[in-house]
């Protein structure tokens, strides 16, 4: 066991005491990256980051973030550091400015090591579509399963307990879904909480950063250091950042959450819902109040198609910026739709480019009533629909995904509604731009399950209040494969 | 047969704040290309727009100034489309909701007053510039995001005419609002003309020609007047007009075909997902129109008040610095009318002469009203005020040192020395005082002449002539 291994909260504590240092510590994550056979990285800069770390001095009590390393998943603007967002069009592009969060977590001592691999531009839940090709899930050795995505390679990280956090974005389910096949806490907080200025846009309506821990402390602890307004993004909140690590005084009294009973009916015979249903009686043994509801079969089946729609439309537009004429390789030719056609052409996968036309589609002026219009539509009943739960409620909980992660060959049916619903319900929190947190449920075999509350809007403290109590009860925190390796898991 | 035009014009009008639209980067003109940038205006990924508040703020003006309604929610949406000189791949404009509907301009054409309805006003960002050469493009993005206004007319202009004092009108609003320099040459004002032509007393339209490359608010008329006189032509002949993009060249004076139109681009335009709306307040909007700087209009009109005729005034409006300069002087003199003269007059040619604009102008403002106080209440003649002020120019000493260095003598006023004079006068010339009793005007000027003569040229010749006149009405 290793400092890296407790936590920011006892890594920080470790840091007070004098047993070690940020380079130390940098050094051995570095050596734990380095190990990981999980294809989990794009660039790295471990000599800045020793140099960073060497140069921090004295531990800055309170400052739980100081000299504690990270990744960040390669969406995220670095300065001097390649960013690609695992796509051919932008090889060789080195930011000049930091994402805000960069700058954030720079200025309080964080140490970033590299930068992690995704689904191409963020695009898609496999971590299969990157132009490093998959990346796989470090619980099982054997490289059949995914970790999902888009922000694989964060996930892989830390789970394979390089490092106590990374970064992640999060427009479907991108932190959320991987968080359960990876046995982490994963947040995505509410809409314009965090900057997003420097993340590189998907699409902007649903995306939010977010990040992979592995506890609750430490999801709180780092809401603290990211949250708050900021001039660069002018949909940035200006509310004012709770002491969000400050959750343990909050009474559970009165507390309710929804359970979404037509969700959990499309998958009744998986484990993660029976351990869901075992982990509800727990709270409720606890004074937790749970609530059955029904959502509206309809609607939940309308998730995918409206996010797919909605997501698909804004990236068109968002990656338009992408031509091969300001930055990433520049591919020649005789006129400037020349440039742009092979730029675009070789630049992106196959994917993606789908996706472009998907949405390129639905904005058309012939098609856009039909497509996005609707599509937006849907949204705002869906946002109604849940808006009138969490009336009722505080929070509603849902399996993180319909079991624990998939083969790479393993074909779902995707019309059934365990694809369509529960493989695909955690954008609801994107809809409607809620906090949501993935926490680890169970284990199946030797694969970890996860288990998403769902909360108001800027009501992260509570979030992370309930989220605490599912730890507790479920016992599982600080988990990495490093953790069943050595024995202690 | 008869024809008559249907003229939209679309203007598009480049603001002259301090930073762009949507970066912090500077609005400039004529930097080294590519120097003054912020990440946003090459579209690096992760860079997110920033609403300028001056441009809001420059919106709400000029949509006042036109009478239009004010939206107090500013949102913005996307114009998606693949060019050059289009860093994002798209443009953030104002297509759904702009800042601005529903007004209108008043011009004064030569068979009367016109009112020239205003679909909309919106706020959008320029694109980068580009340079074509035979072997390369070049792009600077100095320009890229510099904060526009697009003021689109209804198509209600009917002549060449009209048409260029309703963009005179824009230009001027503009300008003295403190909004854009409105320079066309440079490229800040720019505007797009869509003509078509129908018979006379029809309400359907014809087939639209667009007519783009119009750098100067001259050519807007010859371009129009030259292109309604093609589509006559073609339509008498039994021709058709075709759906097109023409230019104006300038050499030939004749639009030429610049691409044949086909279907329209499809923008796909959605809300900017990156700019949550704005709600202004309603003393954010009261603010902005009250502490508008003074506009052409209302300028005009209070210069006419003040005794000068309307060409006058039109002459000191063409040039803004003229106009706030002479705003200026007009404190240190009661008499606008001379004011207005000096500055037309001495100061254009002093200008002229150095090779100097109104905003350079070398001399204070309370000289200037020194000079026509000279003049109006000095006893000084035109004449000498303007030698004075001469030499004020020319070594930077007040018009009042200057008299005293000339040596120049103010003419006398004073009654009872005048009184003498006319009393010699009439008793010399006694046949041309019944010269002038009979009705003959030229002899007033032989008696005045005279007076002049015996004062040895002191007297001041208006005086002289009034009380002349009096004394030969009470000898009557």
Known sequence: MGYLDLGIRGLHEAYLRGETTPREVAEEAIRRAKENQDNALEATCYEEALSFASSLGECERDNLLWGVPYFAKDNFSTKGVETTASSNILKGYVPVFDAEVIRRLKERGAVLLGKTTLDELAMGGTGTSGHLGKTYNPWDESHHRMVGGSSCGSAALVAAGAVPFALGSDTGDSVRKPAGYAGLVGIKPTWGRISRFGLFPFAPSLDAVGYFTRSVDDAAILLEALAGRDEKDATSSDKSVDSYAKYQDISLEGMKVAVLDDLMGTIPERKIAKDAGKLLSRLEERGVEVRHVRFGEEMLRSIYITYFVISCAEATSNDANLDGIKFGPYPGGSTYEEVMLRARTQGFGKLIKRRFVIGSYSLMRENQEELFLRAQRNRAKIVARIGEILTECDFFLTPASPGAAPLFDEQGDRLSDAYLIADNHLALGNFAGLPSITLPLSFEEGLPLGVNLTGRAFDERRLFRMSALVEEETGLRNLSVRERKEGRL | ?476
Request: glycine share 8%; charged share 30%; proline share 5%.
């Open chain 2, 1 to 476: 047969m008869n024809f008559e035009a249907v003229i939209g014009l679309e203007i598009h009008v480049e603001m002259r704040t301090r930073s762009k639209m949507f970066s912090s980067a500077p609005v400039t003109y004529g930097k080294e290309p590519n120097t003054e940038l912020a990440p946003f205006d090459l579209a690096f990924p992760g860079t997110m727009p920033t609403v300028n508040e001056e441009a809001v703020r420059n919106g709400i003006r000029l949509a006042h100034a036109l009478g239009m309604e004010i939206d107090p929610l500013v949102r913005f949406d996307r114009k998606n489309y693949f060019y050059s000189d289009l860093p994002k791949g798209f443009q953030i404009t104002q297509q759904f909701h702009p800042i601005g509907r529903n007004g209108s301009l008043l011009i004064r054409t030569s068979r009367g007053e016109r009112r020239i309805g205003i679909e909309r006003i919106h706020l959008e960002e320029d694109t980068a510039k580009q340079l074509h050469f035979p072997d390369c493009s070049l792009l600077d993005y100095n320009r890229a995001g510099v904060p526009l206004v697009e003021i689109v007319s209804l198509p209600e202009i009917r002549t060449g005419e009209e048409a260029r004092l309703y963009v005179e009108g824009i230009r001027n609003i503009v300008l003295y609002a403190g909004i854009s320099d409105g320079k066309m040459e440079e490229g800040s004002l720019r505007v797009d003309v869509n003509v078509s032509i129908r018979p006379y007393g029809t309400e359907g339209f014809g087939t639209k020609v667009e007519i783009k490359n119009l750098n100067s608010i001259k050519n807007i008329e010859l371009a129009l007047d030259y292109e309604i006189d093609r589509q006559a032509g073609l339509l008498l002949m039994g021709k058709e007009v075709r759906q097109e993009t023409r230019r104006y060249d300038e050499g030939k004076g004749r639009t030429v075909l610049m691409r044949l139109k086909t279907d329209a681009v499809d923008y796909k335009y959605f809300p900017e997902p990156n700019i949550a709306p704005i709600a202004l307040s309603e003393e954010f909007v009261r603010e902005a129109v009250e502490t508008c700087p003074e506009l052409y209009e209302s300028k005009r009109a209070r210069y006419i008040a003040l005794g000068l005729t309307e060409k006058d005034a039109e002459v000191i409006l063409q040039d803004k610095g003229m106009a706030l300069y002479f705003d200026k002087a007009l404190s240190f003199t009661k008499y606008p009318k001379s004011l207005a003269n000096f500055l037309l007059g001495e100061g254009n040619q002093h200008l002229n002469k150095a090779g100097l604009s109104w905003d350079s102008f070398p001399l204070p403002p309370e000289w200037m009203g020194e000079a026509v106080l000279l003049q109006d209440e000095g006893g000084f003649q035109h004449k000498q005020a303007a030698e004075a002020l001469a030499l004020s120019f020319e070594q930077g000493i007040s018009p009042k040192e200057a008299v005293e260095r000339l040596g120049l003598k103010p003419q006398v006023s004073d009654e009872g020395f005048l009184l003498g004079i006319v009393e010699k006068v009439l008793s010399e010339n006694a046949q041309s005082v019944q010269d002038f009793l009979n009705g003959k005007d030229r002899a007033l000027g032989f008696l005045v002449g005279q007076g002049m003569k015996l004062s040895r040229g002191k007297a001041n010749p208006a005086r002289l002539s009034e009380m002349i006149r009096e004394r030969i009405g009470k000898e009557e």
